[in-house]
């Protein structure tokens, strides 16, 4: 595989350069150096309202001593400006170092010297503009024309492919040349006063066979049908119900009330429900959660693609591996960058992200999941006496210091004696954390087994990830409505 | 680019080439940041960063009001040439839209407003940068409850330059600073934690005061400390200025969003002209205020910022929306100078300048001196649904006031109203009020609001 041209300026003697600078100056250092080239196309009842295409050239240099760290991003990239932003950097790392309380070394990895390349059917580049566009127009087409309520149609084509360059001073030299691509699609259907509104995402790692999949070709259709049975739905009673989840929901569930209290970060900050919890028992010896941004795992859902949170290597080059999180209802690891596992005596184990090369990695999730069990999920509404099955989620929020969490999910029906009920909307769920991990009541079985994905916001950066699980029951969750 | 000859060459550069390729309108923006930031983490310094970002995107639009668009942050000539081609290749892929009328023009006048550019933040050094981080960390060390915070310290100088085919060729600088802390604080006795948080953004550094900022974010965690389940009731809804951002001005600047409201995407379309709230009730978006940070004498296309205003005495005004360019052209009106545009990366959106709900008479400890039983609401992390209005959430960061006084943290608490409710209900307004970045607001309460509790 050869590198892009933009990449070569980083041959054997710069990288001997540098590390002479950095000798008796710093102890760890690396350099991300990412080209960038994507289109988005934004289509909005019928009518093109963004095609446009990006170049970008982007590199950032960090450098590390004994607790205290420097980065520099620069704006140009040649060998003076790298030299200079390097030195710049070794400056802002040494001053970190002598104001710092913690103080610590980087535990040495092994170096990584690998290409990595994505192996897509249809490369991104070499698709015509003119074919991205009429899959986009298609799906105007096929949602604006559903139903007579719907006044609103939105579709959104955003793909990327980037080739980045990583250098560590553990002499790791990776190589990455990558594709993904989302396709988003919005529906507003009106009936007199109220305005209901329905949005589907189909996201991947590879190439625009992404767009093949049934979930891609559906998915106008998909969002139109849902705006139109929300013109139908009632809004919720607020109270304390028995809740079903639906696979997207628990994925949602177990992503932000949970899996941000396992990033080591928040934990060392003391932010964290988890801090003194590593061996204890947190959830019901049903519970095995997991985080596993391996490439690899398409083929498990029949996807001719990888999964939108999967990547080979982290943004700190260590590859990307399973996590076993929670294991029988015990909490056996956090997720880590190379900081966190430094402090904490542990090898790193995949998790520092960044979303681009001029943000700083942090830790974050990669696909994260709760492992099914065995009930189905009509003896789950059967067993249900009185209850919510909730589908979907809007949004969802947690504080991670208490545990309290709120999802806004999107559609929702009433169980009354074991019978799925009318549609309610906007219904909301809040509830602790930890209570709920053990107050589940049913886990889905294999069967029951699916996936989302999205984009997942931190201290500014969003980085792409997938969550799931199966249906879950939980007793006792605070429902919020309008009445 | 600190040549202002060297931009004003390559922009020629770029608009020729467009003009040659059949583009009728285009349009060039430039924008460079030089920034630092220093992270605060487990309540000590743990990162120093500098950066400098400089692009250009370039739109060209057709006879027919078909739009392309393409950015790059390579500025050598060959680099914009070939984003210029790529623009006018996108340009004729796209479909046509009669709505695109012209891009701006040039104009002759743009109001001046003072104190948007602050050259001790252009030559801040990092040295001088962490004296504030370090008062963030020494206020919090010396709290005995305080058990961590994490923060930052940040400044930016920023440029841009905005060139169309019309004639239109504009510049400004500015500056902005931001200090935010966000920390844990613990009860020794019952050992229960919660988190408050703070921020202040600024166009001028000596009115960065984090130590300030530390002292209320702790003042705001302890208040949220050993928090208790209630029973549901209906109640006031106190909400302090932050919780009048989060709740009522966000929102609102979102549905008086032109391109919301074309779309029929908002509650308040048909409602213009109508009276949404008491008389003492008036709302502005106002570009032109020295010194605040949503002030601009030119918006993301060049267009003259102004004051405008939205809610007047209760009644929503017809012309009370937020306009660029391209919406305000397809109602055959001027634009309200709120392109809103934060990189060269962007098309120009809409967006507010400094969005203010005014003072009233009222203070606002007679305000909750006066609640027999009620809610203080600082932070929700919902939001409510645009189009319907509709809002159902859960209260982050809240209290009980009993007998007038502030009382328990709230403990899985949620509560829902619609905004056209939010708005008729408002029974008192303080003159108390505060600014976080571009928004102003003062307390504000609002009757009956249904609280859902969950103590069983």
Known sequence: MEIADELKIYDDNLVKELSNLARNNIEYWDIRTTLNNGTVLNFTNQRSKEISSYETLECGIRTFINGGWGFCVLKKIDKSNIIDGFLKAIKLARKSQSLCKFKFNIKESNPLNKKFKINSIRNLESIDIQDKIEIVKNHEDISSKYSKEIKNTRTVYLDGYFKNLFLNSFGSHIYQDLEVLRLFSAVYAQRKGLIQNAMNSVGGVGGFEIMETEAAQNISLKSAKQAIMLLDAKSPVGGKFNVIMDPKLTGTFIHEAFGHACEADIVLNKESILEDKIGKTVAIEEVNIIDDPTIGQGKKFNLPYELYGSYNVDDEGIPSQKTVIIEDGILRNFLHNIETASRMSIEPNGHGRANSSVAIPQVRMGFTYLEPKDWKLEEMIEDTKSGVLCEDFQYGYTDTTTGNFQFKCKFSYKIENGEKKELMRDVSLSGMTLEVLKRITAIGDKSTFNYSDGICGKGGQGVRVCDGGPFIRIEDITVGGLN | ?456
């Open chain 2, 1 to 456: 680019m600190q040549n202002k000859s060297d931009v004003s060459n390559l922009a020629s550069f770029a608009l020729n080439i467009a003009e040659k390729l059949t583009a009728k309108f285009a349009e060039i923006y430039f924008y460079l940041s030089d920034y630092l930031n220093i992270d605060i983490e487990e309540n000590s310094i743990k990162n120093n960063e500098i950066g400098s970002d400089l692009g250009v995107g370039i739109r060209v639009i057709n006879q027919k009001g078909s739009l392309g668009f393409a950015y790059t942050n390579r500025l050598e000539r060959k680099s914009i040439e070939k984003m210029v081609k790529t623009a006018i290749s996108m340009m004729r892929t796209g479909t046509e839209d009669p709505d695109f009328k012209d891009l701006p023009p040039k104009y002759e006048v743009y109001k001046t407003v003072n104190g948007l550019y602050d050259k001790d933040i252009k030559y801040l050094s990092i040295e001088d940068s962490i004296l504030y981080a370090e008062d963030l960390i020494d206020i919090c060390d010396k709290d005995d409850m305080a058990i961590s915070q994490s923060g930052n310290f940040s400044s930016s100088y920023n440029k841009t330059f905005i060139f169309n085919s019309n004639g239109l060729s504009i510049d400004s600088k500015t500056t902005i600073s931001s200090v935010s802390s966000h920390v844990i604080v613990k009860d020794k006795i019952t050992n229960d934690t919660s988190f408050g948080f703070e921020s202040q953004i600024e166009r001028n550094l000596n009115c960065i005061n984090g130590k300030n900022v530390i002292k209320t974010a702790l003042k705001n965690a302890k208040r949220n400390l050993n928090r208790k389940k209630i029973n549901s009731i209906k109640a006031p809804l106190i909400l302090t200025p932050k919780g009048v951002i989060s709740f009522i001005l966000r929102p609102l600047a979102s549905a008086i969003n032109a391109e919301t409201f074309q779309y029929k995407r908002s509650f308040l379309v048909d409602r213009r002209g109508e009276y949404l709230g008491p008389k003492f009730l008036n709302i502005e978006d106002n570009a032109l205020i020295d010194g605040a940070v949503g002030s601009a004498t030119f918006d993301g296309e060049g267009v003259p910022c102004k004051n405008k205003r939205v809610i007047e005495k209760g009644k929503f005004l017809k012309s009370g929306l937020l306009h660029n360019s391209y919406t305000a052209g397809k109602e055959g009106i001027e634009s309200s100078g709120n392109a809103a545009r934060d990189s060269y990366s962007s098309l120009p959106a809409i967006g507010i300048t400094n969005m203010i709900l005014q003072s009233g008479n009222s203070s606002k400890d007679e305000i909750i001196q006066n609640v027999k039983e009620g809610i203080l609401l600082d932070y929700t992390g919902d939001r409510p649904n645009i189009s319907t209005g509709d809002f159902s959430g859960l209260i982050l960061q809240g209290n009980l006031i009993r007998k007038g006084e502030i009382l328990d943290a709230l403990n899985e608490t949620m509560f829902g109203i619609n905004l056209l409710d939010v708005f008729r209900n408002i029974e008192e307004i303080s003159k108390e009020s505060k600014t976080y970045g571009p928004f102003q607001a003062p307390f504000v309460k609002i009757a009956d609001v249904q609280i859902i509790g969950s103590a069983s």
